[in-house]
């Protein structure tokens, strides 16, 4: 293979390098996480702290720091080429030439010219794992075969060599050095730099001992993504070095890992919105991979395919995904001839999904108002509500919260990833607090019990869903949501009952751009532009408005790894043994938008009344085993 055919193999397996490991790689056995650290400890009223520490690939978007304002979202990554992963980024190659460092998303650092790989200027586990990659390397290795300059190629072999002396396995300068998920990657930086470089008896060997170490037993993580890019870097090194033993354990170790990995609906256990993309894209070229190396992708991989299916449903109609679990405010990424591609494109190309209410087994529920259809794509309306089993993987203690997309704008959210550090900022991202329920003062949630799933039905003109939750002790929790599919809004009707009394607080996150006043018991805005009327239809508490709290933290959100900005969240407490809330979250585009609710009943079972947002008026009615929404002339 010549340089120049073998460079554009190199930009091929880089841009995946780059854009899917820097937010994989916190846990050191990658477990699933606990509701509490190995001492049982949790200092604060429902904090979670992880059993292990975790670190993952980001979410699109630059990091502009840990307080700053966020820039626009990255465009979509189209499907990627065979070896598009092998591409780096060359703007960034002369700045390390001049030993300035720009890893992921993270600021500029300057290093020795020698580096010690000891190094974590920002305090990072997140850029200490990108550190020891080496997947800066490709942008060296891109520039080099974009400009014929050897300066690149040279200063590429450098930092490549040096890393190799100086971290022999078992005595690497990091915890990260031979971490399960940076050896991987690395492994595939290698692999690209094989087929630029010359050939090279150093770079052989550094390929066969990383090879080695990944098809070690004890080092193969056996579920999750770090073990699915494992395999693909042991395909490729297989196929490099012509080791066909290396390549089937790769295909048997992927047939085994995809049916752990993904259910038959097609959603990944990683309890995220982004990882599921970033699964998609990473099963996508583990298929891929075995074709061009010559080996037959094994017929559980099939369920690849289902995967875009979900991705549509968590598409707002705005174009990006929901930020549940550890996923940041991003674009939606078009996946060709799929419903996903209809999604991100808002109804221009792509395969119209069949349905506009999705239940997933794996815990998520989306509904929306329509696919463009009977009005504009943008002014549709989406809602989801989370369930099933306890937090694990890229998931947060998030069962029965909900989000809400209406009049062109996010209007209740999940407040996002924050960190992957072990500090109190992922507590809080990962914890109870962080997500729009129901929660328990001076009270410890377990985030390993599940919450079931009662009842979800839909119809011409809502959706109904009933969850419980046990997470507090002593504590029996269940919420129903109603969802208007013609008017955007949601009733939400909360129930506890405890053998104590206790002090709830129900919690609504706004995004950073809502300015909520209070109005009574309710919740209105002094903004103009789309915002959440918010009003109780039961109990006479005044709510709270929390914003960028510290002790302890609420009134953050956070729309990529190492961002937060300040933004609303509004608390409504209640005491009590027996505590009941019933909520109306109702859209609206202007500060003297009306919205009435009239006739308002509350019985032991359910409830009922009239709401008119702007002239167009509804009957909800919810008993003991359903609800209705029927159209007022």
């Not at 989801?384 to 069962?399: F, I, K, P, T």
């Not at 027996?578 to 509350?602: K, Q």
């Not at 079972?605 to 029927?630: K, P, Q």
Request: hydrophobic share 40%; with cysteine.
């Amino acid at each position: 293979m010549t340089r120049r055919r073998t460079g554009l193999a190199l930009l091929s397996l880089l841009v995946v390098l780059s854009a899917a490991a820097t937010l994989s790689l916190l846990s050191r056995n990658q477990q699933p996480r606990g509701p509490a650290a190995a001492n049982g400890a949790v200092k604060e009223s429902d904090h979670v702290t992880p059993s292990t520490a975790y670190v993952s690939e980001p979410p699109s978007g630059p990091s502009l720091g840990p307080t700053s304002s966020p820039s626009a979202s990255s465009p979509p990554i189209e499907q990627d080429d065979v070896r598009a992963d092998c591409i780096g980024s060359p703007s960034r190659a002369d700045a390390l030439l001049a030993n300035h460092y720009t890893i992921g998303r993270h600021p500029q650092v300057t290093l020795p010219e020698n580096p010690r790989w000891n190094e974590n200027p920002l305090r990072s586990r997140n850029w200490e794992f990108s550190y020891h990659t080496l997947r800066f390397v490709l942008g060296l290795l891109t520039a080099g075969q974009r400009s014929g300059d050897g300066k690149y190629f040279d200063r590429a072999t450098f930092l490549l060599q040096d890393w190799i002396r100086d971290n022999p396995p078992g005595r690497g300068r990091s915890v990260f050095s031979w971490n399960d998920h940076s050896t991987a990657w690395r492994a595939e930086v290698l692999v690209c730099a094989a087929e630029v470089l010359p050939h090279s008896a150093w770079l052989d060997n550094a390929l066969a001992v990383h090879g080695a170490k990944l098809a070690t037993p004890s080092f193969y993580r056996r579920e999750g993504n770090h073990a699915l890019n494992q395999n693909v870097a042991l395909l490729d090194i297989g196929c490099r070095l012509g080791r066909p033993e290396w390549m089937d354990l790769a295909r048997r170790r992927l047939a085994t890992l995809v049916v752990k990995s993904i259910d038959p609906q097609g959603v990944t256990n990683e309890q995220s919105v982004f990882y599921q993309r970033y699964n998609w894209r990473h099963y996508s070229r583990a298929v891929r991979r075995l074709q061009d190396c010559g080996v037959a992708p094994p017929p559980q991989l099939a369920r690849v395919g289902g995967m875009p299916d979900f991705l549509a449903n968590a598409t707002l109609p705005n174009g990006e995904y929901a930020m549940l679990g550890d996923t940041g405010r991003a674009a939606a990424v078009s996946i060709p001839g799929t419903t996903a591609e209809f999604a991100a494109t808002g109804g221009r190309t792509g395969k119209r999904p069949a349905t506009v209410f999705a239940n997933y087994k794996a815990g998520f529920i989306f509904g929306r108002s329509g696919w463009g259809d009977d009005r504009a794509f943008g002014d549709e309306s989406a809602w989801s509500v989370r369930y099933g089993e306890g937090l694990r993987w890229h998931g947060h203690a998030d069962g029965g919260s909900v989000t809400l997309y209406a009049a062109g704008a996010r209007l209740l959210e999940d407040p996002g990833i924050f960190t992957l550090n072990v500090d109190a900022w992922r507590q809080f991202a990962i914890g109870r607090t962080a997500h729009n329920v129901v929660t328990v003062d001076n009270a410890v949630f377990n985030a390993s019990r599940p919450t079931a799933l009662l009842r979800a039905s839909t119809g011409a003109t809502r959706d109904e869903v009933v969850v419980r939750s046990r997470g507090y002790a002593g504590v029996d929790a269940t919420r129903r949501i109603v969802y208007s599919r013609a008017l955007g809004y949601l009733v939400v009707e909360d129930r506890l009952s405890s053998a104590t009394p206790i002090v709830a607080r129900q919690l609504w996150h706004l995004s950073e751009s809502a300015r909520p006043t209070i109005d009574g018991t309710s919740v209105g805005s002094a903004a103009a532009s789309p915002h959440a009327r918010i009003i109780q239809l039961a109990g006479t508490q005044k709510p709270v408005i929390v914003k960028g709290r510290t002790r302890p933290v609420q009134g953050w959100i956070s729309l990529y790894t190492d961002h937060r900005t300040p933004a609303p969240t509004i608390e409504i407490p209640a005491a009590g043994r027996i505590i009941r809330y019933i909520t109306l979250v109702a859209p609206v585009t202007t500060t003297d938008a009306h919205v009435v609710v009239s006739d308002v009943r509350v019985t032991a079972a359910g409830f009922s009344f009239r709401v008119a947002i702007d002239g167009h008026a509804e009957l909800v009615t919810a008993t003991g085993t359903a609800a209705t929404i029927a159209p007022v002339r």
